[in-house]
Every structure is written in C-alpha cells, then in structure tokens.
C-alpha cells in the first residue's frame, strides 16, 4: 500500500505562482511513477503532469506546459508541482496519484492516490 497526502493548495490570484507537495509513504518511493491530476469544478479529472522514478522523464499537458513543473525528491519521499503564471482556469482540486508501473496520462493505471488539495485562482 501506498498513502499520499498533498498540500500547499490555497487561493491566490491571476499570474501568481504555488506550489504543491506530495508526500508518499508505505512502499519505496524511488519504485514509483508518480502523477499529478485535477478536477475543475463541474469537470472531469484531467491529467497534468506524470514523473518517472528517477525523475528522469517528465511528461507535461498541453493546458500547463511551459507554466508547470513536476520534480520529485526520493530521499525524502516527496513530489512537488510548481505551478507559476496561474490562470483562473487552473482552479481545480488537484490530486497526486502513484503507480508500481509505467504509466503517464492513463489514471486507471494509478492505483494510489491522495485526498487532493484545493486550488483556487482569482481573476
């Protein structure tokens, strides 16, 4: 098993930057490919971004590409989203997600995911 919280959502405003953390533990952490989704109000769950075990690849959305960037710190157990030039539309609840597998954008193939942080953009 594996249990994942996230924090470090909030409300801030248009063009600010966040960033959110996720901190694994109950299986070795450098063995997971580790993902991060959201759900807009009234949306379905997309997927943003997905990181390798090493971290050595990263896979990023269209909607956050140049805006958001996922890294991982495997000592600590812990996977972080800098989100930077945020967007009203970026107001979601946002999840991190983990699988024993590769995986990127599929989130069936995430077996584990957290409680999800709550982001709020302001025009």
């Known amino acids: 098993q594996v249990q994942l919280v996230e924090s470090g959502g909030g409300l801030v405003q248009s063009g600010d930057s966040l960033r959110l953390a996720c901190a694994a533990s109950?299986?070795?952490?450098?063995?997971?490919?580790m993902g991060w989704f959201r759900r807009p109000p009234g949306k379905e769950r997309e997927w943003i971004t997905t990181i390798t075990w090493n971290g050595a690849g990263t896979y990023y959305a269209d909607s956050v590409k140049g805006r958001f960037t996922t890294s991982r710190d495997n000592a600590n157990g812990i996977m972080y989203l800098q989100m930077d030039s945020l967007k009203p539309e970026d107001t979601a609840v946002y999840y991190c997600?983990?699988?024993?597998?590769?995986?990127?954008?599929?989130?069936?193939?995430?077996?584990?995911w957290g409680q999800g942080t709550q982001v709020t953009v302001s025009a």
């Open positions: 997600a983990a699988a024993t597998q590769y995986v990127i954008r599929d989130p069936r193939l995430y077996p584990y």
């Open positions: 109950g299986r070795t952490f450098s063995s997971l490919t």
